[in-house]
């Protein structure tokens, strides 16, 4: 099984995504043992160094989730769900 890389980008000021940040990691974890690694990177940060496809718009709604560098879904809740089976679909491919 390979690994696969989960990314919330949001502002590092608002508590509520770090906080999504940190109980999806915890989700993911245990479901998947050890082959997700969930993070919280900072707007600013991901518009200067990340290069997902597609690219971040600078006037991107927050959250973002990006699963192995491809934004899966912007400006809405993170989707433990949907996000699970993005991940599902990755490990199996």
Known sequence: MDRVS???????HQKRDQEAAQSLKEQMDQEFSGHVEVAFMNYQ???NSMKPAPPIN????LPIVVVDDRIISQGSDVQPDRIAQEIRDR???
């Open 6 to 12: 989960v990314i919330i980008v949001g502002e590092s």
């Open 45 to 47: 940060d991901a518009i």
């Open 58 to 61: 600078p006037n991107s709604s």
């Open 91 to 93: 490990l199996n491919a």
